[in-house]
């Protein structure tokens, strides 16, 4: 099945800094790749995804990039803030492109520092 | 709109005792998921349905979980009995039918097993 690596555990960047969390997948037939944000005493919540015809999708200050070949996909948070401190989780689908049949990695736990 | 809404938050039990989760999904969506989360770890998937039938349950482990989601809506997850083993998150997720639809999560019931 497939196995989705995710580093680092934990990064503390100053408020203002960028934070870039990188996962690599292991089946080549993954096509789906969201990233999901959990704060806290909540559940995962999506932010942005990515399909596997696509190698690059931006939404305000977070980013997400895809390299297909060497089966890794990273998320980028320019201008961090406060409120930006939570785990975040990438995960990689190989069911057909959609929802169904995610592997989450073991998350990053991302600390903003004042 | 309200969203995917569980309950207990809460659950401190003895081990060997039974207990039972309950979640209601977003309206109009189909497609319900319950998720195990331990601590420090992504959510894995212990079963899928699409109304009322169970499509994805080969990671519940059926020798003491049991799940259903009788008329298609409101689904119970139930551990009889518990181990220790089994304290952790149970999230529970929906999206609408087809193929791109996201996955939104409930808040999680904590279980712990003493």
């Known amino acids: 099945g497939e196995n989705v690596e995710q580093h680092p555990s934990t990064l503390s960047v100053q408020e203002g800094d960028s934070a870039v969390i990188k996962c690599t997948y292991s089946?080549?037939?993954?096509?789906?790749f969201p990233w999901y944000k959990q704060e806290l005493g909540k559940g995962p919540q999506l932010i942005i995804d990515?399909?596997?015809?696509?190698g690059e999708k931006k939404d305000q200050r977070i980013a997400v990039t895809l390299n297909k070949t060497a089966k890794h996909f990273s998320l980028h948070i320019t201008e961090t803030q406060p409120e930006d401190s939570a785990v975040y989780f990438c995960a990689a689908s190989i069911a057909g492109g959609g929802a169904d049949g995610l592997t989450f990695g073991k998350g990053t736990h991302l600390i903003i520092q004042p | 709109e309200a969203g995917v809404v569980q309950s207990p938050r809460y659950k401190i039990i003895e081990k060997k005792q039974p207990v039972a989760f309950w979640c209601n999904p977003i309206?109009?969506?189909?497609?319900l998921y319950w998720y195990l989360q331990n601590l420090g770890q992504g959510p894995e998937l212990l079963i899928r349905?699409?109304?009322?039938?169970?499509?994805?349950d080969s990671q519940l482990p059926k020798d003491r979980f049991s799940a259903e989601r009788l008329k298609g809506v409101d689904s119970t997850l139930k551990i009889q009995p518990a181990e220790l083993g089994d304290s952790a998150v149970y999230l529970c997720?929906?999206?609408?039918?087809?193929?791109?639809?996201?996955?939104?999560f409930g808040e999680g019931s904590r279980l712990t097993v003493l």
């Open positions: 089946d080549s037939a993954s096509n789906y």
């Open positions: 997720a929906s999206r609408e039918g087809g193929y791109t639809g996201e996955l939104f």
């Open positions: 309206s109009g969506h189909n497609t």
């Open positions: 349905y699409e109304n009322e039938e169970a499509v994805d």
């Open positions: 990515i399909r596997s015809n696509v």
